[in-house]
């Protein structure tokens, strides 16, 4: 982010404006909406301006003088004259003043957004002077989107805010009240102009938040899916937007805590890919605690919160406490890694069941059905087995299975340094240190596209283990790109 959006108090600010043509009319036209004091020199000025009856504006027909830019907050270059709009943008960056040549990005030290305006509701949009079009489609879709009247919710909130803090001395609860307010009949009551109606809820939930106990906290579990932001649900983003306190663990994208209020207070908990059992109690700690102080407490999973989340150990200490929790499912790994690489994991007549499965192991060596695991046509997911992958492969032959069985292992699913490669059962380990996997990643065993009669993507890698010889230092040429294993 090269350039920081911020809101500029112009309020019986000076703005100068160099120009009189039509560059100069459209800023004249955007800058009367605030209240700063505008001028505007130049020895030829359109009518259009002159005939605006804009009382805050004075019009000066000579030449621009540097003694022009004395007091200025801003400075707008708006003629058709390059060298002019030049002399005037180099005198205003010499006094460090704020600074804009209208269609001369290089020349000024700050750029103008596209603007919804629902005052006092402002929208900016920018895209650093990359694409104005898709500053133009954002601004057009966010227009058609708010209602032409959504500032007077605003703009009575402000009037009535004084009201409200004097009569609901409870944080918590006068942000519930503000929320049922904005979200609810009072809103819609100034939207559709009836304001009988809104004065009446408004002095209803009044009266309800000045009786009101502190509320009961609560924690929601949501799986966030494995990275890419899109890929959470409509439900976990609510809960998101409404939360009081985000608890995060490692594998949640910090993309993701965009749809978060920013004034949320925000609890790192990152885990060890093994877990770890005290910092687990740590966090259900944290979790109790919050929410006794009548947070809503939302604990962000990667992935689903089912599947290898610990959600149990959660959900027992949350309940054991009394306070209500929730759980809204997320697309586990998976799902969303073989969905990346189109490599279905059921088939109707030839994988008839798929299983997930831990590469972990928190107590010992690592027991998992072995016979049952290795039998032909089953089909499984490894969660957290980079590290074990050789354990895994020697288990799996041991107890039968082939040593073709197909492999594709999936590193950072859905994110933008996703890896894929495939390979066989009696390569796997190799594989996956030859090519420098690290994880996170999930080792699907038992799938390949051929039995399901689809092609491999080119993005997948192949690990031929023909190429490769016994002590051989592996290398990353040992991945043969995009071909047949
Ligand atoms: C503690 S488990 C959590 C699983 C999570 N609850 C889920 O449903 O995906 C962590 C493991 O999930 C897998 N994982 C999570 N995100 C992943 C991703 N973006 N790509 C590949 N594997 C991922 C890896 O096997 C990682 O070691």
């Keep these: 982010m090269r350039y920081f959006p911020i809101f500029f108090d112009l309020d019986g600010r000076?703005?100068?404006?160099?120009?009189?043509?039509?560059?100069?009319?459209?800023?004249?036209?955007?800058?009367?909406?605030?209240?700063?004091?505008?001028?505007?020199?130049?020895?030829?000025?359109?009518?259009?301006?002159?005939?605006?009856?804009?009382?805050?504006?004075?019009?000066?027909?000579?030449?621009?003088?540097?003694?022009?830019?004395?007091?200025?907050?801003?400075?707008?270059?708006?003629?058709?004259?390059?060298?002019?709009?030049?002399?005037?943008?180099?005198a205003g960056r010499a006094r460090g003043l704020l600074t804009n040549v209208v269609d001369g990005p290089s020349q000024s030290n700050f750029i103008m957004p596209a603007i919804v305006d629902r005052d006092p509701i402002i929208v900016a949009i920018g895209t650093e002077g990359a694409a104005p079009i898709l500053a133009r489609e954002i601004k057009a879709k966010i227009e058609s989107w708010l209602p032409a009247h959504f500032g007077q919710v605003a703009q009575r909130a402000q009037a009535l805010r004084r009201r409200l803090q004097d009569s609901i001395?409870?944080?918590?609860?006068?942000?519930?009240?503000?929320?049922?307010?904005?979200?609810?009949?009072?809103?819609?009551?100034?939207?559709?102009?009836?304001?009988?109606?809104?004065?009446?809820?408004?002095?209803?939930?009044?009266?309800?938040?000045?009786?009101?106990?502190p509320p009961t906290g609560s924690v929601a579990l949501i799986g966030c899916g494995p990275g890419e932001p899109d890929l959470i649900t409509l439900k976990a983003q609510q809960h998101l937007q409404s939360a009081d306190v985000l608890v995060v663990d490692r594998l949640v994208n910090p993309a993701i805590l965009e749809y978060a209020r920013r004034d949320a207070i925000r609890i790192d908990v990152g885990k060890a890919p093994e877990g770890d059992s005290a910092l687990q109690e740590e966090i259900n700690r944290i979790l109790v605690r919050e929410a006794m102080k009548g947070h809503r407490v939302v604990r962000l999973k990667g992935g689903d919160a089912f599947v290898f989340g610990r959600a149990a150990e959660e959900m027992s200490a949350v309940r054991a406490a009394g306070v209500p929790v929730e759980v809204v499912p997320g697309i586990t790994a998976a799902n969303a890694c073989a969905a990346s690489i189109g490599l279905p994991v059921t088939l109707r007549t030839k994988v008839r069941q798929f299983a997930v499965v831990t590469g972990a192991s928190a107590d010992g060596p690592l027991e998992l059905d072995w016979p049952a695991l290795a039998q032909p046509g089953q089909a499984f997911a490894i969660y957290m087995g980079v590290?074990?992958?050789?354990?895994?492969?020697?288990?799996?032959?041991?107890?039968?299975?082939?040593?073709?069985?197909?492999?594709?292992?999936?590193?950072?699913?859905?994110?933008?340094?996703?890896?894929?490669?495939?390979?066989?059962?009696?390569?796997?380990?190799?594989?996956?240190?030859?090519?420098?996997?690290?994880?996170?990643?999930?080792?699907?065993?038992?799938?390949?596209?051929?039995?399901?009669?689809?092609?491999?993507?080119?993005?997948?890698?192949?690990?031929?283990?023909?190429?490769?010889?016994?002590?051989?230092?592996?290398?990353?040429?040992?991945?043969?790109?995009?071909?047949?294993?």
């Design 387 to 485: 590290r074990t992958a050789q354990h895994f492969a020697d288990k799996l032959l041991e107890a039968g299975a082939a040593p073709q069985t197909p492999v594709v292992i999936v590193e950072n699913g859905t994110l933008a340094n996703e890896r894929a490669l495939a390979t066989e059962l009696a390569s796997a380990a190799r594989a996956i240190s030859a090519s420098g996997i690290r994880g996170p990643a999930v080792i699907f065993v038992g799938l390949d596209w051929e039995t399901a009669g689809l092609s491999r993507p080119d993005k997948v890698e192949v690990y031929d283990p023909q190429r490769v010889g016994a002590g051989e230092t592996l290398q990353a040429e040992t991945v043969v790109l995009g071909q047949a294993g």
């Design 169 to 213: 001395a409870d944080p918590i609860v006068r942000r519930r009240t503000w929320e049922a307010l904005l979200q609810g009949r009072w809103r819609k009551a100034i939207l559709d102009g009836d304001a009988a109606v809104a004065d009446r809820e408004f002095e209803h939930q009044l009266a309800a938040g000045g009786r009101a106990e």
């Design 14 to 90: 000076d703005v100068l404006i160099v120009g009189g043509g039509e560059k100069a009319l459209q800023k004249v036209r955007l800058l009367a909406k605030t209240s700063a004091r505008l001028k505007i020199v130049a020895p030829d000025v359109a009518e259009d301006i002159a005939n605006a009856s804009i009382p805050s504006l004075t019009i000066e027909r000579r030449d621009f003088t540097e003694s022009d830019l004395d007091g200025a907050a801003l400075v707008f270059a708006a003629t058709d004259d390059p060298d002019l709009d030049a002399r005037v943008a180099a």
